[in-house]
T-cell receptor, first 113, second 112 residues
């Protein structure tokens, strides 16, 4: 089992460009999450999906959209990237909801110039 | 422990010693606490969790202690090894909305 797979691992964007971060899990988990990690800020939840077909805003949703494509895949889209979105992005999944043991991907390092 | 700022608090220990990483949590209504380990260049990895109806829980080489009176959580690592070098995060699940609140992390450095 690969666990949680994120692509790409690194990305550089210019301000205003768009991109989609992909995430897939092969553990048959119900819940999936997108976090960003910034120095001195810890992990902050952007969006989560408690089950297939549902998505909810987290702590910092502005500037992002998500799609729970199916049970395995949960994508994060930046429609018009801004320098403030420079961060490391982590996808995570859990079998249950409500923050049960999370399994994280290896992250996407995004720089917006 | 946890602190605000760009520089993580750092704990430096000798290989083979025991490590204690502390965390002060904010919400007296929190009833679920988790410790994660994050190695450089990787995502966080679950270590151990504890619910508020317990004071102590043990895993393999790790023990989590919960003191609800002073809202304090600690992670003890026995016989610390170089592979334990990482940033350790505590997180609490708080409030009716069940949101997970993450601490800022503590960096553990293991000296050979």
């Amino acid at each position: 089992n690969a666990g949680v797979t994120q692509t790409p691992k690194f990305q550089v964007l210019k301000t205003g460009q768009s991109m989609t971060l992909q995430c897939a899990q092969d553990m048959n988990h119900n819940s999936m999450y997108w976090y960003r990690q910034d120095p001195g800020m810890g992990l902050r939840l952007i969006y989560y999906s408690a089950s297939e077909g549902t998505t909810d805003k987290g702590e910092v949703p502005n500037g992002y959209n998500v799609s729970r494509l199916n049970k395995r895949e949960f994508s994060l889209r930046l429609e018009s990237a801004a320098p403030s979105q420079t961060s490391v992005y982590f996808c995570a999944s859990s079998f249950g909801g409500a923050n049960e043991k999370l399994f994280f991907g290896s992250g996407t390092q995004l720089s917006v110039l | 422990g946890e602190s605000v700022g760009l520089h993580l608090p750092t704990l430096s220990v000798q290989e083979g010693d025991n490590s204690i990483i502390n965390c002060a949590y904010s919400n007296s209504a929190s009833d679920y606490f988790i410790w994660y380990k994050q190695e450089s260049g990787k995502g966080p990895q679950f270590i151990i969790d504890i619910r508020s109806n317990m004071d102590k829980r043990q895993g393999q080489r790790v023990t989590v202690l919960l003191n609800k009176t002073v809202k304090h959580l600690s992670l003890q690592i026995a016989a610390t090894q170089p592979g334990d070098s990482a940033v350790y995060f505590c997180a609490e699940e708080a409030g009716n909305n069940r949101k997970l609140i993450w601490g800022l992390g503590t960096s553990l450095a293991v000296n050979p």
